[in-house]
């Protein structure tokens, strides 16, 4: 009755289910082992923001990169910002989605080292070959607060770090690369400035980090272990159907010579 499953077409058939199985059986894993890293990942988010803010010189040092720990936590510092050694970082978009620059301006502390604080977003107004007309920090002796964020990499942004640009414009925020140009101790990563507010809201502060979907990742796991729990129920009602239909013929012939009338 099930002689047909010897058949090219179904040993094709079978063969290609039981490779789906093992497969789709991975791929739920897999989106597990995703929805794991993200879940961790907000809980550390949402860990750094509510932790109480402490001065910059606890987490960063000059030379010292920032930690998965460190990331995002609130730290404060005294000093000034230094205006004459600012640059932009070019291809960074607002909460809108355009395209402009983020301020990146040195901040001097009490004990000369300096610290870099992105003030924020500015449109590309004049264009993107010049530097643009950039809203002016507080002057004088100021208290900065912000989340303390790590060095920019290709890897991690996608962005090149590509050479010959305009004056004043850089494409990543690299500590050692500032440190080199403003030939002073530069503290590791930056700090995404938080307080004092701008005036008249430029530059635009960034927004605070989202999180990451990791339900969506765990319904995409229990969808693959659905789909490989229906592929052995689905070989199995393929291949009754089949029978049946093998077997309808014969039966069909066999009622036909018992009805046949005798010879006589």
């Known amino acids: 009755m099930y002689r047909f499953l010897l058949s090219r077409q179904w040993v094709i058939i079978t063969l290609v289910a039981l490779l789906l199985v093992p497969t789709m059986i991975w791929l739920g ?20 923001l509510a932790a109480d803010p402490v001065p910059v010189e606890r987490l960063a040092a000059p030379g010292d990169a920032v930690t998965r720990a460190e ?37 001097v502390l009490d004990d000369g080292k300096v610290l870099l604080v992105n003030r924020g977003w500015i449109p590309a107004e004049a264009g ?8 002016a920090p507080p002057r004088g002796e100021t208290t900065v607060k912000g989340r303390l964020m790590p060095d920019e990499t290709t890897e991690a942004s996608g962005i090149k770090d590509l050479e010959g640009l305009p004056d004043r414009q850089i494409m990543l925020i690299n500590s050692e690369q500032q440190a080199e140009r403003l030939g ?12 004092p507010e701008p005036k008249d809201g430029t530059p635009e502060r960034l927004g605070d980090p989202g999180k990451e979907n990791a339900a969506l990742n765990y319904a995409y796991a229990v969808q693959w272990w659905l789909f490989a729990a229906a ?3 689905g070989w199995f009602v393929l291949a009754r ?19 046949e009338p005798a010879a006589v």
């Open 71 to 107: 990331r995002y936590r609130t730290v404060t510092a005294e000093g000034r910002f230094d205006t004459d050694d600012e640059v932009v970082v070019r291809r960074r978009t607002n909460a809108d989605d355009r395209v402009g620059f983020h301020v990146l301006t040195p901040f």
């Open 128 to 135: 993107r070959t010049t530097f643009p007309e950039v809203p």
């Open 184 to 195: 002073a101790q530069v503290l590791g990563g930056y700090v995404a400035q938080t307080a």
């Open 29 to 48: 894993f897999w989106q597990m082992d995703r929805h794991d890293e993200r879940a961790a990942r907000n809980r550390l988010v949402a860990d750094a």
């Open 241 to 259: 159907r089949e029978a049946l239909e093998r077997t309808r013929p014969a039966a069909g012939e066999a009622d036909a010579e018992e009805t």
């Open 231 to 233: 592929v052995p129920v």
